[in-house]
């Protein structure tokens, strides 16, 4: 299967700081997703992308397929940003199941 | 935006006992997945679907475990005879095609006692 690393594993910000999460994954991809994780145990779309940059607010995504990694930016960051980051991956050749990484867990403190 | 709802959100159940975890999988999609996440721990996949068959499965989906779309709509993962290492988040996830995004339901947190 995948590997798919996430770093770091956990980070604390204060309030208003900017941050990179990174994903790497070990093989070809056709679909990579950030996921994120709230109190409640919700997984929550951030960003479908397998290839290319997208942006939503404050936060932002970029994935490099080429090189078999992807960053999400979170700037100026809020209380409310949370909680664990999931990426997770769909391989070039099988369809049938995302390839989760272990999660970054975010803490911002206000 | 489009949206997977899953039935119930929170589930008690006593060892041993049968559960079934529901989901409405967005219309026009095709393809359907179980995924479990026991609290703290990584997303795991279960099983996938599609053409009303399983496409994989993982180790830990047993003869426990089984899915279904009785009627064309709803998604089921049924287990048999719950244990208490069941316990865990239940999430579905579906998608239109093999290159789509996939949406997920906000989970069933199942608990065996």
């Known amino acids: 299967g995948i590997q798919v690393e996430q770093s770091p594993p956990d980070l604390i910000l204060q309030e208003g700081a900017n941050s990179t999460l990174r994903c790497n994954f070990s093989d070809s991809v056709n679909n990579l997703q950030w996921f994120h994780q709230n109190p409640w145990g919700q997984l929550i779309n951030l960003f479908y992308?397998?290839?290319g940059t997208k942006q939503n607010g404050r936060l932002s995504a970029t994935t490099v397929a080429t090189e078999r990694y992807s960053l999400l930016y979170i700037s100026s960051s809020q209380t409310t940003d949370s909680g664990v980051y999931f990426c997770?991956?769909?391989?070039?050749?099988?369809?049938?199941?995302?390839?989760f990484g272990s999660g970054t867990k975010l803490n911002v403190k206000p | 935006e489009p949206e997977v709802t899953q039935t119930p959100s929170h589930q008690v159940t006593q060892m041993g006992q049968e559960v079934i975890l529901r989901c409405v999988p967005i219309s026009n999609h095709l393809y359907f997945y179980w995924y479990r996440q026991i609290l703290g721990q990584k997303v795991e996949f279960l099983v996938s679907?599609?053409?009303?068959?399983?496409?994989?499965k993982s180790e830990i989906f047993d003869d426990q475990f089984s899915v279904e779309r009785p009627d064309g709509s709803n998604f089921t993962l049924k287990i048999r005879s719950t244990k208490l290492e069941d316990s865990a988040m239940y999430f579905c996830?579906?998608?239109?095609?093999?290159?789509?995004?996939?949406?997920f339901g906000q989970g069933t947190r199942l608990t065996v006692v």
């Open positions: 679907f599609y053409n009303n068959e399983i496409s994989e």
């Open positions: 997770a991956v769909i391989g070039l050749y099988n369809f049938n199941k995302f390839y």
């Open positions: 996830a579906t998608k239109w095609s093999g290159d789509t995004e996939a949406f």
């Open positions: 992308i397998p290839s």
